[in-house]
């Protein structure tokens, strides 16, 4: 998993004392559903906002969050963006594999956020054309050609370029011929050597319903025996995983 690998400035997060934590949780959160992260932190308790900060991936090119972030908005624009999140997950086990830190993470009951339905974004795989890779696979491809990732329409009018500057010459191969490192081979052939399939195979390929994602709230959400990866933008209150049992038990006497 790779959630935790990522730029996100401060601005995201809000230290809070043991009493204004205590107060958030009993009027905003379910203690009975939460999820887990795990981040830097020298506090007990904090207010979490993801949309006020800025997620640029550190470990991987931004194509997929650029994608992603215009066709979600697309689907609902009171869904949350990959790029004004922070990363959850369901199991604890993972989020601790990424940071000494781990904490309980508690949305607030109206938040909706944004589910994977897999460990991990990168356990997604993504079909352009005839050819299904995963997710980061295709990130590589597109930095490998020179594709921006500085918004989705440079990034459709770098691939279309890419298309109409027929830069294969010998068109008679197949995906068995390629290696990965082939980027623009791949590339024409994902999308049948024609500029004008560009827009069209992203958009369903990159689709949150063809990628099985759902967007839930914490009452909404049904959590399963295999974890999931989330992202939320909205309020919530994060408590150091640490001091959670205690707290809990004593939430629960009130």
């Known amino acids: 998993m790779n ?27 379910d203690t009975e559903k939460v999820l887990y992260r795990g981040m830097s932190g020298d506090d007990y308790f904090y207010k979490i906002k993801g949309e006020d900060g800025q997620r640029v991936s550190a470990n991987t090119s931004n194509h997929y969050t650029i994608i992603l972030d215009k066709l979600i908005a697309e689907k609902d624009s009171n869904y949350p963006l990959r790029s004004r999140s922070i ?10 594999q990424f940071n000494e830190n781990t904490y309980v993470i508690l949305p607030f009951k109206d938040v909706v956020f944004g589910k994977v339905n897999d460990s991990d974004l990168w356990a997604k795989r993504v079909k352009l054309g005839g050819i299904n890779l995963p997710i980061e696979y295709w990130n590589d491809m597109f930095n490998d050609a020179g594709i921006s990732s500085v918004s989705y329409d440079k990034l459709i009018d770098d691939l279309e370029k890419l298309l109409e500057a027929d830069k294969v010459e010998d068109k008679d191969y197949t995906e068995d011929d390629l290696s990965y490192s082939d980027a623009i081979e791949y590339l024409y052939l994902a999308f049948d050597f024609d500029a004008k399939n560009v827009r069209p195979y992203i958009e369903k390929a990159y689709s949150p319903d ?18 999931s990866e989330y ?7 994060a408590v150091i995983y640490d001091i959670w049992k205690n707290l809990k038990t004593e939430l629960d006497k009130e």
Do not use: P
Request: proline letters at 0%.
């Open 3 to 29: 959630f935790a690998k990522f730029i996100f400035e401060s601005t995201h997060k809000k230290e809070l004392s043991r009493g204004d934590a205590i107060k958030l949780i009993k009027e905003h959160c």
């Open 210 to 227: 063809t990628l099985g994602f759902e967007f839930v709230t914490i009452e909404t959400n049904r959590f399963k025996r295999t974890s």
């Open 231 to 237: 992202w939320i933008s909205g309020d919530c209150v």
């Open 87 to 96: 990363i959850c997950t369901d199991n604890k086990a993972d989020a601790t």
